[in-house]
């Protein structure tokens, strides 16, 4: 069973596959009785193999057990590659010597030597190693570090989504990478649906699009969903800038008769500004951008896993602080009750995902929809800079603005954490 992604393996007794293997998964779990004892299970196991081996690091509990062999023996793994290395170490004078005399070059022979230490040139010199551990001239075994594994994934994924690629940046400790479900996966543009998917593939019959030939402005079907009081107004100014005076936006779709160039396309083309994640003094990591940004700069999408609303209230605190409820359009009309989603950036998601609260924030975030409707009540979660920000600002959103109008009047939460965004209008808390 596997509770996080919610599905369970079912092993069929008169069924196999042509390779002779006979599971298969199923993705609802119906049978709330297996899923309880199952999850008491694991928690058990956590907790046992918690209090064996202090170097086990604790991931989520809806996790199986067995994640957590899985990361000992790769952080074992790498332990032995990192002894091996230091062991070889003593070796590498003695390597160049040698291959020096065999390739008889003697440029490099010279330069080699003159880089050995002046002890390592008295009679107490390393014996060489074994032959079967001689190093090759040209068989060289690269291992790439945890950062450039993960950066490798992670730029292949921002270049299918046509996004510079993020990078990581560590100037506080030692820590490589940030801690992260080792499976997870990072999506640019998009949700990840799950076993949610089938529940909008009725309503996606009624997109509409406009029938503007030319620029959409005036009287744009797409426009008027989205007009105040002053009649239909674009979202967006002709630089492209959100001009920060709704929280929710209607960009046109896929049947609009407009072209890719209309104006009211941002959020659904993706973020072009290129992302750095990087080690904040005291508060996790955090993200910043490398380019001067001006105000209301579209930035990236919240992504992750599309999950319902009451589910996100049964995660651990860890996982929840990755979530972020859609809420915008939770009370309009045609929104059933048992349509509330939230996102989940756990073990799916992007660069946003490491986005600090601040209670005077850079970065708002407003929904915007393009391909679903607001019955749907399943907009995009869109980035945006509310200043100008200069390169290398660390970009933070306020993660419960409502709380902002109740300055003074809302106590503590229960829950939330010492905020440390340094603002001076700080409230104190972090509602996480
Ligand atoms: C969505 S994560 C942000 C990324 C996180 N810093 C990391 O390293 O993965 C939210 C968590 O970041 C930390 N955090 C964010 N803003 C903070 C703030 N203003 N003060 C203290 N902690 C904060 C809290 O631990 C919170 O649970
Ligand atoms: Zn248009
Ligand atoms: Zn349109
Ligand atoms: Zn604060």
Same mark, same amino acid.
């Given at each position: 069973?596997?509770?996080?992604?919610?599905?369970?393996?079912?092993?069929?007794?008169?069924?196999?596959?042509?390779?002779?293997?006979?599971?298969?998964?199923?993705?609802?779990?119906?049978?709330?009785?297996?899923?309880?004892?199952? #999850?008491?299970?694991?928690?058990?196991?956590?907790?046992?193999?918690?209090?064996?081996?202090?170097?086990?690091?604790?991931?989520?509990?809806?996790?199986?057990?067995? =994640?957590?062999?899985?990361?000992?023996? #790769?952080?074992?793994?790498?332990?032995?590659?990192?002894?091996?290395?230091?062991?070889?170490?003593?070796?590498?004078?003695?390597?160049?010597?040698?291959?020096?005399?065999?390739? !008889?070059?003697?440029?490099?022979?010279?330069?080699?030597?003159?880089?050995?230490?002046?002890?390592?040139?008295?009679?107490?010199?390393?014996?060489?190693?074994?032959?079967?551990?001689?190093?090759?001239?040209?068989?060289?075994?690269?291992?790439?570090?945890?950062?450039?594994?993960?950066?490798?994934?992670?730029?292949?994924?921002?270049?299918?989504?046509?996004?510079? /690629?993020?990078?990581?940046?560590?100037?506080?400790?030692?820590?490589?990478?940030? /801690?992260?479900?080792?499976?997870?996966?990072?999506?640019?543009n998009?949700f990840?649906?799950?076993?949610?998917?089938?529940?909008?593939?009725?309503?996606?019959?009624?997109?509409?699009?406009?029938? +503007?030939?030319?620029?959409?402005?005036?009287? +744009?079907?797409?426009?008027?969903?989205?007009?105040?009081?002053?009649?239909?107004?674009?979202?967006?100014?002709?630089?492209?800038?959100?001009?920060?005076?709704?929280?929710?936006?209607?960009?046109?779709?896929?049947?609009?008769? +407009?072209?890719?160039?209309?104006?009211?396309? =941002?959020a659904?083309?993706?973020?072009?500004?290129?992302?750095?994640?990087?080690?904040?003094?005291?508060?996790?990591?955090?993200?910043?951008?490398?380019?001067?940004?001006?105000?209301?700069?579209?930035?990236?999408l919240y992504t992750?896993?599309?999950?319902?609303?009451?589910?996100? #209230?049964?995660?651990?605190?860890?996982?929840?602080?990755?979530?972020?409820?859609?809420?915008?359009?939770?009370?309009?009309?045609? =929104?059933?009750?048992?349509?509330?989603?939230?996102?989940?950036?756990?073990?799916?998601?992007?660069?946003?995902?490491?986005?600090?609260?601040? +209670?005077?924030?850079? =970065?708002?975030?407003?929904s915007v929809m393009w391909?679903s409707?607001?019955?749907?009540?399943r907009p995009y979660l869109a980035?945006?800079?509310?200043?100008?920000?200069? #390169?290398?600002?660390?970009?933070?959103?306020?993660?419960?603005?409502?709380?902002?109008?109740?300055?003074?009047?809302?106590?503590? /939460?229960?829950?939330?954490?010492?905020?440390?965004? !340094?603002?001076?209008?700080?409230? !104190?808390?972090?509602?996480?």
């Amino acid at each position: 069973m596997d509770l996080y992604y919610q599905r369970l393996e079912i092993k069929w007794g008169d069924w196999r596959r042509q390779d002779g293997t006979n599971t298969t998964w199923q993705e609802v779990l119906e049978n709330e009785e297996l899923t309880k004892a199952w #999850a008491k299970k694991m928690k058990e196991d956590h907790t046992r193999l918690a209090r064996e081996n202090l170097a086990v690091d604790i991931l989520d509990s809806t996790l199986p057990s067995h =994640v957590f062999r899985t990361l000992e023996t #790769a952080n074992g793994f790498q332990e032995k590659l990192k002894r091996s290395a230091d062991s070889l170490a003593r070796y590498r004078n003695w390597n160049i010597a040698h291959a020096d005399s065999e390739a !008889g070059s003697s440029t490099r022979s010279s330069r080699s030597r003159e880089s050995v230490p002046p002890q390592s040139t008295s009679a107490k010199r390393p014996a060489p190693p074994p032959s079967g551990e001689r190093q090759s001239k040209k068989t060289k075994t690269v291992v790439p570090s945890a950062r450039q594994a993960l950066l490798q994934r992670w730029s292949r994924a921002c270049k299918a989504a046509g996004a510079p /690629p993020v990078r990581i940046r560590n100037d506080v400790d030692d820590q490589e990478i940030p /801690p992260l479900d080792p499976r997870f996966i990072y999506i640019e543009n998009d949700f990840y649906l799950g076993i949610l998917a089938d529940e909008f593939e009725e309503d996606e019959a009624y997109l509409a699009g406009c029938e +503007c030939v030319g620029p959409c402005e005036g009287d +744009c079907n797409c426009l008027e969903l989205i007009s105040d009081e002053d009649g239909p107004t674009p979202a967006y100014d002709a630089e492209g800038l959100f001009r920060l005076d709704r929280s929710v936006v209607v960009e046109c779709n896929k049947l609009c008769a +407009c072209g890719d160039e209309c104006s009211n396309r =941002v959020a659904q083309k993706g973020r072009d500004v290129e992302i750095e994640i990087f080690r904040t003094e005291d508060r996790g990591w955090g993200a910043r951008s490398l380019q001067d940004l001006p105000k209301g700069k579209f930035l990236g999408l919240y992504t992750g896993r599309l999950i319902r609303r009451e589910d996100a #209230a049964n995660l651990s605190d860890s996982h929840r602080s990755y979530t972020f409820d859609i809420d915008s359009l939770d009370n309009g009309p045609g =929104v059933p009750d048992d349509r509330r989603y939230s996102v989940d950036a756990h073990s799916f998601g992007n660069w946003t995902r490491f986005v600090n609260h601040s +209670c005077s924030p850079n =970065v708002q975030v407003y929904s915007v929809m393009w391909d679903s409707t607001p019955q749907m009540n399943r907009p995009y979660l869109a980035f945006v800079t509310n200043q100008v920000i200069p #390169a290398e600002t660390e970009l933070t959103i306020d993660y419960d603005p409502k709380a902002a109008y109740d300055r003074g009047k809302r106590r503590r /939460p229960p829950g939330s954490k010492e905020c440390r965004c !340094g603002s001076a209008c700080c409230r !104190g808390w972090v509602a996480v």
